[in-house]
């Protein structure tokens, strides 16, 4: 595996994390200051130079739409796998759609994660799902739940959390859960349940990509709200030249499909919706490389 080139350049884009004054993962925004030459505040001199610089902007705008909870064929599934645009599916391992959505997913384009159950600080413990990470488990213990979930969903380019407040402010086990993730060529979405989360500290600190959700999309079930959401996502895109949001299936997980389609129709030609993937190469320099295991080969 070539992994020494990428290593070098996340390790440089982490130490110049290290040095901004911006929280140290909220990374995106930091990283894509480069790629803002037009957003930079220096007006065009002419109405040519406008315009160019307004196109020149327009290709820099993209959003990954990160979709939690697949694996369990809940409401909004079919919805999402047939969406017009690039989505990034997040599927719990370990359920009864886990692998038949990570195929649809892949076949279609999308980038796969794997949704990894993490226990919260509140919360039912039943919501869960099989396979969870809870604060109770040894070092080895963590590490087998992690190479386990990655093992059960195929294509999987990265990991992001499923819950896990309160794990992702636990450096013991958030470092296992990194360290495996690295050693399997994947990297670490976090879902931002917490916003005291270590994880992003963590990732610079291991020469991984801190990357991190921006925006929840459907944390109140109203499409206006969800509507809303989608332009604060643009709205962050103009700004910072990127934004990672995260949608769910689930039982208003239709709605949350029907705005995510209809916003998205009214925001082309604006951003570009891309995968999470693609932010994570443009930005850190990191190249997915995932080692798969022998029961998916
Ligand atoms: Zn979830």
């Known amino acids: 595996m070539k992994t020494s080139n990428w290593r070098k350049r996340v390790m440089a884009a982490g130490l110049v994390l290290l040095l901004a004054a911006a929280p140290a993962f909220d990374a995106s925004a930091h990283g894509s200051a ?23 902007a327009n ?11 697949f694996g369990n064929g809940q409401g909004g599934t079919e919805e999402m796998l047939s969406m017009p645009i690039k989505l990034t599916v997040a599927i719990m391992p370990f359920l009864p759609t886990t692998k038949s959505d990570a195929e649809q997913a892949h076949k279609k384009g999308f980038d796969v994660l794997v949704h990894m ?17 809870t604060s109770d488990m040894t070092d080895e213990e963590v590490r087998q739940k992690v190479e386990e979930a990655i093992d059960d969903v195929p294509h999987a380019i990265g990991m992001n ?45 291991m020469g991984m990509p801190p990357v991190a959700n921006h925006i929840f999309l459907d944390d109140r079930h109203t499409i206006s709200h969800i509507t809303g959401q989608m332009k604060a996502v643009e709205a962050r895109a103009r700004e910072y030249g990127n934004c990672v ?53």
Not at 125 to 133: F, S, V
Not at 169 to 186: A, T
Not at 251 to 279: N, P, Y
Request: hydrophobic content about 35%.
């Open 161 to 205: 959390n499923h819950m896990g407040s309160k794990i992702t402010g636990d450096e013991r086990i958030m470092s296992i859960v990194l360290k495996v993730c690295q050693e399997r060529g994947l990297f670490f979405v976090d879902s931002k349940t917490n916003y005291h989360s270590i994880v992003g500290k963590l990732a610079v600190n």
């Open 245 to 297: 949001t995260i949608g769910h299936v689930g039982t208003q997980g239709q709605k949350t499909a029907a705005a995510i389609k209809s916003s998205a129709a009214e925001m082309q030609g604006r951003v570009t919706f891309v995968g999470i993937s693609d932010l994570v190469r443009d930005i850190w320099g990191w190249h997915p490389a995932p080692i798969l295991p022998s029961n998916n080969n």
């Open 59 to 69: 290709k820099e705008k993209k959003v990954a739409v990160i979709i939690d909870d």
């Open 117 to 133: 159950p993490m226990e919260p600080k509140h919360g039912n413990p039943k919501w869960l799902g099989p396979g969870a990470i």
């Open 34 to 56: 480069g790629l803002q030459g037009p957003d930079s505040g220096i007006p065009p001199e002419n109405k040519e130079g406008r315009k160019a610089a307004k196109q020149s």
